[in-house]
């Protein structure tokens, strides 16, 4: 089965840190550009942070920069998002997709109604004291 699965999320008190991870299973992420993507109750997916395989390029959203990181473990067929100075605002369902997708900002910034080749189910983060 070709799947995408996140975990590492959680409750967290403002300041903390979370390390999410987005397990590919059935496939190689090798090729793929990997993002982090996220959605609150009323807002539209914003996406959070972008790598692609060809150089290791990122992307982050200016609402994350300087607090989070997104790596790549292709040993493991896992991409991380690690995130520090954690804020209420960051509360979300937090999902990982994969697509083939040449270029990393253009990953992160796609249509809310376009579809990647791969999402995960979600994981909740929620950040509040």
């Known amino acids: 089965q070709l799947q995408l699965v996140e975990s590492g999320g959680g409750l967290v008190q403002p300041g903390g840190s979370l390390r999410l991870s987005c397990a590919a299973s059935?496939?190689?992420?090798?090729?793929?550009?990997i993002g982090w993507f996220r959605q609150a109750p009323g807002k539209e997916r914003e996406g959070v942070s972008c790598?692609?395989?060809?150089?290791?390029?990122?992307y982050y959203a200016d609402s994350v920069k300087g607090r989070f990181t997104i790596s790549r473990d292709n040993a493991k067929n896992t991409v991380y998002l690690q995130m520090n100075s954690l804020k209420p605002e960051d509360t979300a369902v937090y999902y990982c997709?994969?697509?083939?997708?040449?270029?990393?900002?253009?990953?992160?910034?796609?249509?809310?109604?376009?579809?990647?080749?791969?999402w995960g189910q979600g994981t909740q983060v929620t950040v509040s004291s």
């Open positions: 997709a994969a697509d083939l997708i040449t270029t990393v900002r253009a990953m992160c910034v796609m249509p809310p109604t376009y579809e990647y080749d791969y």
């Open positions: 059935g496939f190689t992420l090798d090729y793929y550009a």
């Open positions: 790598i692609i395989s060809s150089d290791g390029s990122t």
